[in-house]
């Protein structure tokens, strides 16, 4: 199977990777809070097992992306990518609503965004 960077131009592939990854770490994060009956020590080893692909998604969307975007780009990105998988998860699979006063919220951080890849 040809890799990813051979799929997808360049500019794309770290974005992908990033979404896949932060699929996985929001689960790992956020996930256990569905099930809170279960032990705290089986939610923290399921969310390292959960983690270990996040990494393995992770780290070569750093790798990749580094020869596109710098660091500052490459981490801007990441933390925009996490705040809409997480908007998503949030509604969807833990079912809480998102306010007028979160969508805001991450209205500035996506305009902060915004000056991160600007070349004044």
Do not use: D
């Amino acid at each position: 199977m040809p890799a990813l960077s051979t799929l997808l131009p360049p500019h794309l592939a770290p974005i992908v990777l990033l979404f896949a990854s932060n699929v996985f770490m929001t689960f790992a994060w956020y996930g256990h809070l569905k099930h809170k009956s279960a032990p705290l020590v089986v939610a923290i080893l399921a969310s390292w097992g959960i983690a270990f692909f996040e990494y393995c998604l992770a780290v070569p969307a750093n790798r990749l992306g580094s020869a596109v975007y710098s660091t500052a780009e490459l981490k801007t990105m990441q933390e925009v990518i996490t705040l809409v998988v997480f908007a998503g998860f949030s509604v969807l699979y833990l079912k809480e609503p998102l306010g007028w006063n979160h969508l805001v919220g991450f209205s500035f951080i996506a305009a902060g965004a915004f000056f991160v890849f600007q070349k004044f």
